[in-house]
């Protein structure tokens, strides 16, 4: 949807990559930035799936890494802050505190 030439309310934005058409972001927009839940599609095929405040990650949400990891809990500003739990493809696991994207403890 769009209101006054923004996107705003519930929507997919595509972009046109090498004549074809990549889903980059589903979910919630408030005045032309990702605001509530959405998910996102990174171009190495990382995927995140939360909440949004102003264009970034923001509260719960869960990045789904390319190399199969995966992380759920909390987000600051797009950075891991608080807590959540890091699970690796070979099955090792962190769960503890997160401050500006680095695993404290």
Known sequence: ?????????????????MKKLRREYTGDWFEDKKHGRGTFFYKNNDRYDGYWVNGMPQGEGRMIYANENIYEGQWHEAKRNGYGVLTKRNGDHFEGHWVNDLREG
């Open 1 to 17: 949807m769009w209101s006054v030439d923004k996107k705003h309310g519930q929507g997919t934005y595509w972009r046109c990559e």
